[in-house]
Each structure stands twice: as C-alpha cells, then as structure tokens.
C-alpha cells in the first residue's frame, strides 16, 4: 500500500498489524513524561488510539477535537490521541483548543510508529490511522488512511465501538 502527503507519496516500511493479531507492546509518553504501555491503556476497557503525524495542523487538530466531542458518550472504552509532538505541544494544543477529556501520548520517541510499522522515516512522524483493541490486546478495527491529509470514516469507527463494546 502506498501512502502520501499531499499527494507526494512516502516509503513506510513494513506490513501494519492487521485486525484480529495482537496489537505489538509500545511505550508512549502522557503529559508528565511518564512511561505508558498498551497493557496500561486496556487494563480496565477496551481502546480507541487516534494516531494524528501532527496535533498542530488543520486535519489532525479537527480528528482530536471530534474523538474528544465522544469520548463522554462511550463510556465503556478508553479513548487516546497519539502523535510524534512532544508532550508540551499536546498540552498547549489542548489548552488553546479546550480539549479536555481526550487523554494525549506523544510517541516523540517513535516506539509506537516503529512497533506498528507506522513511523514515516524521511518526515519522523506516524501515520494517520485509527486502532480498536480488546482488552485482550487484540486489534477489532484498524483505518490506516492512504492520503495523510483525508480524515478517517468516524461514523464506520464509532459504530464498530458501539457494536463490539456498548451493553
């Protein structure tokens, strides 16, 4: 599969997980630089990684602002944003945009893009895609978008949620 930013396309080595194989361990950084692992995102519910290339542009910041306008309505899965700015960006991107309840990681060290085979080597950033796992580790829904620039299909994801994880 070939991906592209603004139409120029760009090399990502490796295959990406596919839905139903386990989910590779990562380390990620939350706002305090404290370490988080994939077992500390699913220890409790099921999750939903947002991976933006870049919180402060256009489509990134509209993706992390429509995943935080549903994180309240579904309750029963945890719901991340990850993208390779440091921790201080997130926060100040979350602070000018009022986001409040979408927990942002930083893979500022490319641990995540490396293990998912989703870090852009000549632009150091990770792909734009969506992730569902279980709390077994195992993927059930993954968009991983061609053109970096699209948005991902929100409804398609969010129904998945609903119908894999809602009572």
């Given at each position: 599969?070939?991906?592209?930013?603004?139409?120029?396309?760009?090399?990502?080595?490796?295959?990406?997980?596919?839905?139903?194989?386990?989910?590779?361990?990562?380390?990620?950084?939350?706002?305090?630089?404290?370490?988080?692992?994939?077992?500390?995102?699913?220890?409790?519910?099921?999750?939903?990684?947002?991976?933006?290339?870049?919180?402060?542009?256009?489509?990134?910041?509209?993706?992390?602002?429509?995943?935080?306008?549903?994180?309240?309505?579904?309750?029963s899965i945890n719901f991340v944003t990850v993208s390779t700015n440091t921790s201080e960006q997130q926060s100040e991107w979350c602070a000018a945009e009022?986001?409040?309840?979408?927990?942002?990681?930083?893979?500022?060290?490319?641990?995540?893009?490396?293990?998912?085979?989703?870090?852009?080597?000549?632009?150091?950033?990770?792909?734009?895609?969506?992730?569902?796992?279980?709390?077994?580790?195992?993927?059930?829904?993954?968009?991983?978008?061609?053109?970096?620039?699209?948005?991902?299909?929100?409804?398609?994801?969010?129904?998945?949620?609903d119908e894999m994880y809602t009572n």
């Amino acid at each position: 599969m070939s991906f592209y930013f603004h139409g120029e396309e760009v090399t990502v080595p490796g295959t990406r997980p596919e839905v139903g194989s386990k989910m590779p361990d990562f380390t990620l950084l939350d706002k305090d630089g404290k370490s988080v692992s994939l077992q500390d995102l699913i220890s409790d519910k099921p999750l939903l990684i947002s991976v933006v290339p870049d919180i402060n542009t256009r489509v990134c910041s509209i993706q992390t602002k429509h995943f935080n306008e549903e994180v309240d309505g579904h309750e029963s899965i945890n719901f991340v944003t990850v993208s390779t700015n440091t921790s201080e960006q997130q926060s100040e991107w979350c602070a000018a945009e009022n986001v409040k309840n979408m927990k942002m990681l930083s893979d500022v060290n490319s641990d995540f893009g490396e293990a998912m085979n989703l870090i852009v080597p000549e632009k150091g950033i990770d792909l734009r895609s969506i992730w569902v796992v279980n709390t077994d580790g195992v993927i059930t829904y993954s968009e991983v978008l061609e053109e970096q620039t699209n948005e991902p299909n929100y409804t398609v994801v969010l129904d998945h949620i609903d119908e894999m994880y809602t009572n």
